[in-house]
């Protein structure tokens, strides 16, 4: 089931962010008097297809959902009637050719900005950024950083959730300075912490790994050790755990909470324990073996009795309909910044080509957002849709930053580039976006295995 939960998450959110992309195309063309033959969402064998309008426009779905295309009236891809001949894509000027082509990405940016707005004036909700264990000697303990302590604000800017927080910080990671984090204690007395980033770098966080390269965990609310489910055939189930066990020590070690039971789990993998719980009103003790899952980490097939968290550990961030347009333009203006950034980076070897994702993280990333609320799945569509419009500015041929370049190229010659010159840039486009495709690929299948 979440392996189908993945794939329709997947499916959903290329149809709708190609959609968005290719109607930019269409809208604009339109518009300005050019005729649309096809609008097709997907390629290669078209699954459903209809007519419509006075130009009887072809509006295709296809199999393949990875792309789309919006095929134009022109006489480089066919005759064109003399009567149509000025409703042709090539016959217009370089001013209606280049609106055209710029349209599908800035579509793309307009959906960003509604899908957060939409996102902040539903809300928001995530854990206060309230500060748990923190590692000895780690940038975290030697700027001050203390259990119990809230974050409130980053520098200049307020901070609520722990997302907040992560997203505040990525970007000065970039600039690799020290930045100040502004806490609450217990007391409620505030402090400015001087968190030194500048031997740190996007690499060391990436693959979720934040707080291990901070040095400190986010505070929960201790949860006891009490078995609520047994999964069937599990280990648990295998060697006697049952629903209501409370578990009082492993190996001779106290367990103080749940987090400490699955922390021990983790650590030992295809190793015997020695468990002793509390069972109604008797104690007695079992040998668990936890298996080894993908990651080459232990687990037993348990989940807990309780995993309530008291409201006052969350906040919900909620907006009015101005206000919340005015943090989707923000929020897109300073994810495209920082995308362009790490790309900057990566370009000059600054950081590893790891970062680059293909289909099959972005899948998995659909489906965890997707079963985690519709405003984690607008925060992915509004991600992946502003990266999409960068990319496709990019001034690769083939795609429309590469029509860009060549409209550039029209304007300085003063006339139409050579189909020679067109045909190299486009062989060159194709080795470029298939490397990187390539590349891509070989970073999620790397993921999956390593």
Avoid at 200 to 223: K, R
């Amino acid at each position: 089931m979440s392996l189908l939960y993945t794939v329709l998450a997947f499916i959903a959110a290329v149809g709708i962010l190609v959609t968005v992309h290719e109607f930019g195309h269409y809208w604009v063309a339109r518009r300005l008097g050019v005729k649309i033959l096809r609008f097709s969402v997907g390629f290669g064998q078209p699954l459903w297809s209809q007519r419509w309008g006075a130009d009887q426009t072809e509006f295709v779905l296809a199999a393949i959902p990875l792309g789309g295309y919006v095929k134009m009236l022109d006489e480089q891809e066919g005759e064109v009637a003399p009567e149509e001949q000025h409703r042709a894509f090539n016959r217009q000027s370089l001013a209606v050719r280049s609106a055209i082509v710029v349209a599908g990405p800035l579509f793309n940016f307009i959906f960003a900005i509604l899908a957060y707005a939409i996102m902040y004036m539903i809300g928001i909700s995530g854990m206060k950024a309230m500060v748990g264990d923190i590692v000895p000697d780690s940038l975290a303990d030697r700027a001050g950083f203390r259990q119990g302590q809230q974050i409130v604000a980053i520098d200049d800017e307020q901070v609520a959730r722990w997302q907040s927080v992560i997203q505040a910080t990525l970007p000065r990671i970039l600039d690799q300075e020290i930045i100040q984090f502004h806490v609450l204690d217990p007391q409620q007395r505030e402090q400015t912490l001087n968190l030194d980033l500048r031997h740190l770098t996007l690499d060391d966080v990436g693959q979720g790994q934040f707080f291990q390269a901070i040095g400190l965990q986010p505070y929960f609310p201790d949860i006891p050790a009490k078995i609520g489910t047994v999964v069937e055939g599990s280990p648990a189930a295998r060697d006697g755990l049952q629903r209501g066990d409370l578990i009082t020590h492993v190996d001779e070690q106290p367990v103080k909470d749940w987090r400490a039971w699955a922390d021990y789990i983790t650590q030992h993998p295809n190793q015997v324990m020695r468990v002793r719980l509390q069972r109604d009103m008797d104690v007695s003790s079992l040998n668990i073996t936890p298996e080894a899952n993908e990651q080459g980490e232990g687990r037993v097939g348990v989940m807990p009795f309780d995993t309530q968290i008291p409201d006052q550990y969350f906040v919900t961030e909620r907006y009015d309909p101005f206000t919340a347009l005015a943090l989707g333009v923000t929020k897109t203006w300073e994810l495209t910044v920082l995308t362009l950034r790490v790309m900057g980076k990566m370009l000059t070897l600054q950081l590893s080509h790891s970062n680059i994702s293909g289909p099959l993280t972005i899948a998995q990333y659909a489906g965890h957002s997707a079963q985690s609320g519709p405003t984690a799945f607008l925060f992915f569509l509004g991600l992946v849709s502003l990266s999409l419009g960068i990319i496709n500015l990019m001034p690769v041929p083939l795609l429309d930053g590469g029509h860009l370049l060549l409209y550039a190229m029209e304007w300085i010659k003063g006339g139409p580039v050579t189909e020679a010159t067109q045909l190299l840039l486009q062989k060159i486009g194709l080795v470029l976006v298939l490397a990187l495709m390539g590349l891509a690929i070989f970073n999620d299948i790397d993921r999956l295995f390593s």
